[in-house]
């Protein structure tokens, strides 16, 4: 299994930007499409969006779409999830995701993945 480090997390007001990085380790990073969750308090995780393991194809929850892009360095082991206009709706604990074998069709749901980060805290204020 590949293990993998979100960072990134912060503080901002809504509007504002944040990327988040996703550090992977343990095993070759190509091999995997990933994956962004999130979860806000009191309520169950929810799939941000995913990226083919070539980095060729994205996909993207309704909520973020054309807000939120995620790309990937395999030089690097690292995929990112940049946020642009953010809004309090988007607050929640950020988790990427590792997926050996995993369709574009089932890219939201989380059971394919098969390792998780430790998640990094977003917060936005209003």
């Known amino acids: 299994q590949v293990q993998l480090v979100e960072s990134g997390g912060g503080l901002v007001q809504a509007g504002g930007s944040l990327r988040l990085s996703c550090a992977a380790s343990?095993?070759?990073?190509?091999?995997?499409?990933m994956g962004w969750f999130r979860q806000a308090p009191g309520k169950e995780r929810e799939f941000v969006g995913a990226?083919?393991?070539?980095?060729?194809?994205?996909s993207y929850a309704d909520s973020v779409k054309g807000r939120f892009t995620i790309s990937n360095d395999n030089a690097k082991n690292t995929v990112y999830l940049q946020m642009h206009g953010l809004k309090p709706e988007d607050t929640a604990v950020y988790y990427c995701?590792?997926?050996?074998?995993?369709?574009?069709?089932?890219?939201?749901?989380?059971?394919?993945?098969?390792?998780w980060g430790q998640g990094t805290q977003v917060t936005v204020s209003s």
């Open positions: 995701a590792a997926a050996r074998t995993v369709f574009s069709s089932t890219y939201a749901d989380a059971a394919k993945y098969d390792s």
């Open positions: 343990g095993r070759t990073f190509s091999g995997y499409s």
């Open positions: 990226i083919s393991r070539s980095g060729t194809s994205t």
